[in-house]
DNA sequence: ACTAATTGTTTTAAGCTTAAAACATTGTCT
DNA sequence: AGACAATGTTTTAAGCTTAAAACAATTAGT
């Protein structure tokens, strides 16, 4: 998009002032590095296996399921709404990846479960998946890595600390 | 959406096992870590000043140029589509937010400018913006703060190092 | 000046995402 | 059993996103 070779995906932080705060920098260098990963594996995914990574998502929750899986609980295992899981599960049966049927206890319920195609295509795709993740952090020591890890620890905590702080107010 | 209180946001974490690379673990850590942030700020967007995320990130840019913007540039800024802006901008005019206006020199290009309206509506909600930011970060000490910072750069030097090392075999 | 290529923007088609409404079925209560 | 609440899923409407095609206008080359 731009020339040069550094900068066509999304970096924020190209337009951080310098009187802006700590936080704000460290916010927007993790935007930075997370929507190039991101980016990385959705171009990948769709060169090399034609998909998407919500597909990939599904197909990686119903591989480590034992047994088929309803709706519901794949929507509550990737966070995601009903009427999400519900399209996504559309195309994927379509393309032949998984197989839905009603259950036979709950005529409500329709359980979800790889076909043999959509285990095969899964197992391929994971193992690269982990390859590509892995290059990208090729450079950091394991000292490296496990620091960030422990910061990033940290920042979960302090967040889910600060969200939990403000649902509290929110009920009073 | 799951009961619990720590687990509404997507969690990619819970489904990692212990077998994966520590690769794989930095990478799902940073996803939760990201979208938590990222979905605490749409949400206080949407429900304090009843817009989003893009539609900032819009008036964000505008504010810091001097004088109006080309839809190209911005797209260029914002490291997205020009169909994209096209799309943003239409909604953001419509609410009176912007102002678009073809340029006088070249009669293929828009200007977009941010309208008194929509510079008062950013100021407020920079101004949350950086508060929810910092809140979210509270309980990380400054050597905490530094040392994220410093390891996201080399994060970000690495990512960068394996997309050049891929497109120069790709080259090939 | 005519033609070509280039540049700037919009449109189109497809997919992801959500919230809210609509549907279908099951469970509960009397 | 009948009414009503709760649960599971799908549909709908709206917005974000991209790539590719279509358009419009400018620039370059002859």
Redesign the interface.
């Known amino acids: ?2 020339e040069g ?7 924020y932080e ?2 951080v ?1 310098t009187q ?8 927007l ?6 929507n ?3 980016t ?1 594996v959705r171009t990948r995914l769709k060169q090399t296996a034609d998909t998407t990574l919500p597909r990939f998502d599904i197909l ?2 119903l591989e ?1 399921h034992v047994g088929p899986m309803s709706m519901g609980e794949l929507s ?5 709404s009903n009427g999400n899981v519900t399209g996504l599960i559309d195309r994927l049966a379509g393309e032949g990846l998984v197989d839905r049927k009603p259950s036979p206890n709950d005529r409500r319920v329709q359980m979800v479960s790889l076909t043999k195609k959509g285990a095969k295509s899964f197992s391929n795709i994971a193992e690269n998946h ?1 390859t590509w ?8 020591s ?1 000292d ?6 422990e ?14 702080k ?2 509290l107010e929110a009920a009073e």
Request: glycine share 8%; charged share 30%.
């Open positions: 998009m731009v070779g550094h900068f066509e995906r999304k970096d190209s337009g002032q802006d705060g700590m936080e704000l920098r460290v916010w260098r993790l935007l930075t590095c997370t190039l990963l991101d990385e990686a929750q480590r509550k295992r990737l966070m995601v982990r993740v892995g290059d990208m952090m090729a450079d950091l394991p490296e890595m496990n620091g960030l890890y910061l990033l620890a940290r920042l979960k905590a302090s967040i889910l600390a600060a969200e939990d403000n649902s």
